[in-house]
């Protein structure tokens, strides 16, 4: 399953809404997608598996929704700290798991 | 749970190659361990799985035949081997696990081991 994430990059002021978009070639089963943020010279941090449901310490300003084969990573208000690259994931297909391209949330 | 990866390497194209990925903690042999690589300024891909408990693996179609990945149950240590490394191989590689008794989705880390592959 191939994901295209968009748009490729989000310019934004701290305070405002963030919409990423992940979509999938074809239907993630049972809706098995993450999110991940990274920032740079880290690794990735979970955000959000499962579609919606968030990781150990995120805070709720991060939500995810979505089916079938859009899904949508929303942070309700940037913080400072909010400024990344996103990533999602489906493994749905247990032996082709697989990454988007990332969408990079940059302030304005 | 923490996942300690082997440091840095360079080495010349055609040669062997074998980095480490490190688990703490007693659930090794019951977490799936995942290995995905990063080409420099680009995005996360997919390499292949394992499960220590039985050593079942599965490789992306992409990396099928280019590697290999391995364990040593004996002291928690996940690896990845390339039996002739190629220039295209350069990049970060993580290794990540998912919570216990979980599959497919990524909630730790290692700190990740740059391969540098260059003439």
């Known amino acids: 399953i191939a994901l295209t994430q968009s748009p490729g990059t989000l310019s934004l002021f701290p305070g405002e809404r963030a919409t990423l978009s992940c979509r999938a070639s074809q239907s993630v089963t049972s809706s098995l997608l993450a999110w991940y943020q990274q920032k740079p010279g880290q690794a990735p941090r979970l955000l959000i598996y499962a579609t919606s449901r968030r990781a150990t310490g995120i805070p709720d300003r991060f939500s995810g929704s979505g089916s079938g084969t859009d899904f949508t990573l929303t942070i309700s208000r940037l913080e400072p700290e909010d400024f990344a690259l996103y990533y999602c994931?489906?493994?749905?297909?247990?032996?082709?798991?697989?990454f988007g391209g990332g969408t990079k949330v940059e302030i304005k | 749970v923490q996942l300690v990866q082997s440091g840095p390497e360079l080495r010349k194209p055609g040669d062997s190659l074998k980095i480490s990925c490190q688990h703490s903690?007693?659930?090794?042999?019951?977490?799936?361990i995942a290995w995905v690589r990063q080409m420099p300024g680009k995005g996360l891909e997919w390499v292949g799985i394992?499960?220590?408990?039985?050593?079942?693996?599965r490789y992306s179609p992409s990396f099928r035949g280019q590697v290999t990945i391995s364990v040593d149950k004996s002291i928690s240590t996940a690896y990845l081997h390339w039996n002739s490394l190629q220039a295209s191989d350069t990049g970060i590689y993580f290794c990540a696990a998912p919570p216990r008794d979980y599959y497919g989705y990524f909630a730790t880390w290692g700190q990740g081991t740059l391969v540098t592959v260059s003439s």
């Open positions: 394992i499960y220590p408990g039985d050593s079942d693996t």
């Open positions: 903690g007693d659930a090794f042999t019951k977490s799936w």
């Open positions: 994931q489906q493994y749905g297909s247990p032996l082709a798991l697989t």
